[in-house]
T-cell receptor, first 115, second 114 residues
């Protein structure tokens, strides 16, 4: 089974802090994603990566950056946390190998609270 | 603009009754269609997908979904609901030419009463 793990389940940070969220997948997937989930808004894509050191902005990249130095690891960075970044953050991965159809596999999520 | 709509925020059904969670989409071409489920305090789990072929696709936990191209809909169904089916359900669409970007609906919360 695909396993996607996230470094923290719950995180509380102060406004202005730099925050690192880590995600690791063990299925050699090419694609990795960061979403935030807010009630009534579904999942919104922050960034995605289709290869090591490659990244693309999603729908709401402002205030975030990402890093993918190794294929299995995709990090989300909040450069200066703000209260409006309080949310559930979900990491996902998917494969583009022949025969796959891009279904995504999700980690358990990190609930971030910025005070 | 490409979009996915789940018109019901919440669906209530009695255990043993059939359930339907609705999804419509606005995406050009022949997209891939997905349903995901999120149980309390857990990440999303892939439930089923439609790529091509038979309009009725079967997935995990007895769920199935019906693709209707003319109505651009992909409704999730189950013949007999269980209390354990209570969860948040997301419809998602991946444009065929994309593969990377998946558009998610806002989610529908399903409550199954015993």
């Amino acid at each position: 089974d695909v396993k996607v793990t996230q470094s923290s389940r719950y995180l509380v940070k102060r406004t202005g802090e730099k925050v690192f969220l880590e995600c690791v997948q063990d299925m050699d997937h090419e694609n990795m994603f960061w979403y935030r989930q807010d009630p009534g808004l579904g999942l919104r894509l922050i960034y995605f990566s289709y290869d090591v050191k490659m990244k693309e902005k999603g729908d709401i990249p402002e205030g975030y950056s990402v890093s993918r130095e190794k294929k299995e690891r995709f990090s989300l960075i909040l450069e200066s946390a703000s209260t409006n970044q309080t949310s559930m953050y979900l990491c996902a991965s998917s494969s583009i190998s022949p025969g796959n159809s891009y279904e995504q596999y999700f980690g358990p999520g990190t609930r971030l609270t910025v005070t | 603009a490409q979009s996915v709509a789940q018109p019901e925020d919440q669906v209530n059904v009695a255990e043993g009754n059939p359930l339907t969670v609705k999804c419509t989409y606005s995406v050009s071409g022949n997209p891939y269609l997905f349903w995901y489920v999120q149980y309390p305090n857990r990440g999303l789990q892939f439930l089923l997908k439609y790529i091509t072929g038979d309009n009725l696709v079967k997935g995990s936990y007895g769920f199935e979904a019906e693709f209707n191209k003319s109505q651009t809909s992909f409704h999730l169904k189950k013949p007999s609901a269980l209390v354990s089916d209570s969860a948040l359900y997301f419809c998602a669409v991946s444009p065929y030419t994309g593969g990377f970007k998946t558009i998610f609906g806002a989610g529908t919360r399903l409550f199954v009463k015993a």
